[in-house]
DNA sequence: TATTGTTATACTCTATAACTATA
DNA sequence: TATAGTTATAGAGTATAACAATA
């Protein structure tokens, strides 16, 4: 397979003809270029709003949820260390404070400020909008199609 | 959308009962945790190997090519100073070398070590191996669809 | 002057190990 | 003892700005 390529400015291929159908890159190449694309494009966005796509997601988790370091660490795939320091940036930038747990001394919920908050709704709007904007060539059919297969894979259908 | 989620150890929705369809999670998030998904699987991957994705996808690039830095760079999406420690790093592991281009006395070119090649080569394997894992739950259909669906959006279709 | 690449610098992100405080 | 969280430390990855050497 190939893990190099989606460069940011590859080489357009040669409009083709209305009708004609892509090579098939094979279901490897395929899945990895586009797990490439997308993320170049969250990446955009997050930067766009001054994040970082890890900064990204974490305001994500905490829209629902006012979780403790723990378990932030276990959804976002981290080490508990790891989230100190991406929990205190974020704080530093009054994206989001802690709290102490009122049931457990030694534990903190951390939520989301409502600065947080904007910038977590603005930021995935527009990333849902490039993401949309990826898929702009497809048909409207292809396009549920793709969704409903994704899903499946994403749900270990 | 959600930019969270997707997390190692999600919760598994119950089995379901075959022949039930998944929830369609629409395109946007279908789109985003299938590109988390891909790139867990990518990261785990070039960890087993020693990597980091982009490591993985250096080591891809030059599987059949001997770019210059700055090339490299766009291949990548990087800047060109940021190349630097890329390749520093991965020539002090002799994964690669750096050779004076022969046209060019400012430029480098850059190519992979027989033992670079063979790292490229176990990994982007292993790699295949994971991705295909990810679609093990899908019919050969509903595979070809979505290598097809994901071939043409890649290819800006 | 423009281009290729490196260096200096600063910051984010990440993990491991050791620690504190609470349960 | 076990758990929640932080700190100390080290390293990778990234960008911006300034630089050297060559074109």
Redesign the pocket.
């Known amino acids: 397979m190939s893990t190099d390529d989606v460069p940011p400015d590859e080489a357009l291929p040669e409009a083709a003809p209305a009708g004609t159908p892509p090579p098939d890159l094979g279901i490897v190449d395929a899945l990895a270029q586009m797990s490439f694309l997308v993320q170049g494009a969250l990446g955009k966005v ?2 766009d709003h001054g ?5 990204l997601r ?1 305001l994500g988790v905490l829209r629902d949820r006012e ?7 276990r959804h ?15 704080e ?2 009054d994206l989001l404070r ?1 709290t102490p ?1 009122p ?8 939520s989301l400020t409502p600065q947080g908050r904007d910038l977590a709704r603005a930021a995935e709007a527009a990333a849902a909008g490039e993401i949309r904007a990826l898929t702009a060539h497809l048909t409207g059919a292809q396009r549920t199609q793709l969704s409903l297969l994704a899903s499946t894979l994403v749900a270990r259908g």
């Not at 979780?67 to 660490?73: F, R, V």
């Not at 976002?76 to 100190?84: F, P, V």
């Open positions: 997050a930067a994040l970082s796509v890890i900064q974490l979780p403790g370091m723990q378990e932030l660490a976002l795939g981290l080490d508990k260390s790891s989230m100190t320091g991406l929990v205190t940036r974020a530093r930038r802690r747990s049931d457990d001394g030694r534990a903190v919920r951390v």
